[in-house]
């Protein structure tokens, strides 16, 4: 597969310790997703505790994310100019920073 | 107390049909937290692609959120003084809203 | 059109001691930003020391928005039902709180 | 001055020409809070005008935040390891970044 997705031909890679961090963490948000479709399941379910519940996941997601970012500019942005692919690097840091 | 979740004392509860979608967004959601967990499952996975798929579940969840937020107002917030209970429902508001 | 930021049509006005405690909050917001000015005529000023800065700003205004909005829930959203204008007030706060 | 604004010891100074645009680009905030002050003064002013104004130099300071960021991250943080202080420069990042 030539996606996106995978195995990118600059061959910069995720930390292997953080990759398995970031899995337990999603695993942990994906049985909260579900549990929030179960309350979804409910006649009874009241807004706030689902608004509550969405906003407990994205505080979740987050943080993978400050850890995954965290990892990215210790192991590859800050290498950057000495690989000579600083320009790149910047330019997608700020596409994913911006609005964050 | 039988929990923060399920039907909750003052018998207001989110539409059936914005529940509906909240639940058809939410099992995306899913389906898209675990294409993160099979990105992380490879060795090559490259931080920024993990990184732009959190984002968009971060956007796909805050969508969610608008959705059943707005159903909210109009049902439950607009006419909370008339019912009596606008103090508890400003207070679950702002608590929502906060850092949001 | 007489300006979006003066006496509306509808008469809803920001409570008298609230629009005080966000006047105060600004002229204090308003001397921060003059800091960041002034760190920005020096030569030597370092991003990251206006990176905090700025956040901190932002972080203030965003006290002072909570403030104001928390204000405007429960004088002119909780009641809007009854006055009749509940959909306009939905529809304003849901463009305020996107992407908030 | 010792103060953490100024001078720091490292010597990583903002770039003259984006220090220049942050400096204008804070001119004109500072004329935004201003114009917010006055709606403040006048009695009939409407929450969600003062909200919509908030919400707009919020956006205002964001994108200068991300000019500086930028250039902080092209200037000072992808050559950090060549200069050998990327330990204190991923931790300045993510301090700024977290909850942003």
Do not use: P
């Not at 999603?26 to 309350?39: A, D, Q």
């Not at 706030?48 to 990892?71: F, P, Y």
Request: overall charge positive.
């Amino acid at each position: 597969m030539t996606s996106g997705k995978g195995h990118a031909h600059h061959g910069l890679k995720l930390d292997t310790a953080v990759r398995a961090d970031a899995r337990r963490r999603l695993l942990s948000i994906r049985g909260h997703v579900e549990g929030i479709l179960k309350m979804l399941e409910e006649d009874g379910t009241y807004c706030v505790d689902v608004l509550k519940q969405i906003k407990a996941v994205q505080g979740a997601l987050g943080r993978v994310g400050e850890i995954v970012l965290r990892s990215h500019l210790a192991d590859h942005v800050v290498n950057s100019a000495a690989r000579g692919d600083e320009a790149r690097v910047v330019d997608e840091l700020m596409e994913l920073l911006k609005y964050r």
